[in-house]
């Protein structure tokens, strides 16, 4: 499956455990496999040695689709180390991309040309005037797989759970099961996880009537009783306390 499985031996505070819950004294580590690694950086290389001559977008283009694929598929075992030696070949490749299409120019320039500067992050591979950029394979997150429960079937009717689970239930609206699984399975109010059976309700973090876009970004999921408590809130005018003019005038700032 392109996975490397070792069992390390650690103390006691590391070490895994059994299901009767007895110290095993060693702990698995699964990391990606140096053979897919390299199969990985190989298709890369590939790639960009048959787009020597398209333009910097159309390249980005191609390698996003395959990066986000490769760290998608490893991204809830020990990967961020082989993630780091990917991007560090991938710079490679591309500047030997970017020095074969100026052989006139210096290496400087070339980088110059194509690498830009986002917050902190001097090397950004992206055209300039453009908002695409290519991914980076560190910036995709390491995301534990998390065991379904014993008594768990996908049957049960327990909506919420696999909602909060998946992102997705046939019985659930695709926005309430989106934000239940971004909010993993909590209320972003009180912070109790939802049960089957509660009463839910989107709010909107920053009320439309007050500018707030109608986005995945500003909205949440609340318990009945916790939008009704929000939105209570939200109406509560900020009153301004009058200043006495004789005050101002004997005492200015």
């Known amino acids: 499956m392109g996975f490397t499985i070792r ?21 698995t580590i699964i990391t990606p496999s140096k053979a897919k690694l390299n199969a990985h950086t190989q298709k890369v290389g590939q790639l960009i040695e048959r787009h020597k001559s398209v333009p910097q977008s159309d390249l980005i283009t191609h390698l996003n689709p395959i990066i986000r694929g490769w760290t998608n598929y490893y991204a809830s075992v020990v990967s961020k180390r082989i993630f780091n030696k990917a991007d560090s070949i991938l ?7 970017a020095e074969h299409r100026h052989p006139n120019k210096s290496s400087q320039w070339s980088c110059q040309k194509y690498w830009q500067t986002i917050g902190s992050d001097n090397w950004v591979f992206k055209p300039k005037n453009l908002g695409l950029r290519l991914l980076k394979h560190r910036e995709t997150p390491i995301v534990r797989h998390t065991k379904v429960q014993g008594n768990r079937s996908p049957f049960d009717g327990d909506w919420v759970y696999w909602s909060s689970r998946m ?12 934000l239940l699984k971004m909010q993993k399975g909590k209320c972003a109010y009180c912070g109790l996880f939802f049960q089957d059976g509660d009463l839910m309700e989107i709010d909107h973090k920053i009320p439309r ?16 009783h916790c939008h009704d408590a929000k939105t209570a809130t939200d109406n509560v005018a900020v009153r301004v306390p009058e200043i006495d003019e004789d005050y101002l005038n004997l005492n200015p700032f």
Not at 213 to 222: A, E, G, M, T, V
């Open 7 to 27: 069992q390390l031996p650690v103390g006691k505070c590391h070490s895994g455990k059994n299901r009767g819950g007895t110290l095993l004294g060693f702990k």
């Open 91 to 97: 710079f490679s490749q591309l500047k030997a991309w």
């Open 209 to 224: 009537s007050k500018g707030g876009k109608d986005s995945y970004d500003n909205r949440q999921l609340l318990h009945g």
């Open 167 to 178: 992102g997705k239930h046939p019985e659930a609206p695709t926005r309430v099961a989106t």
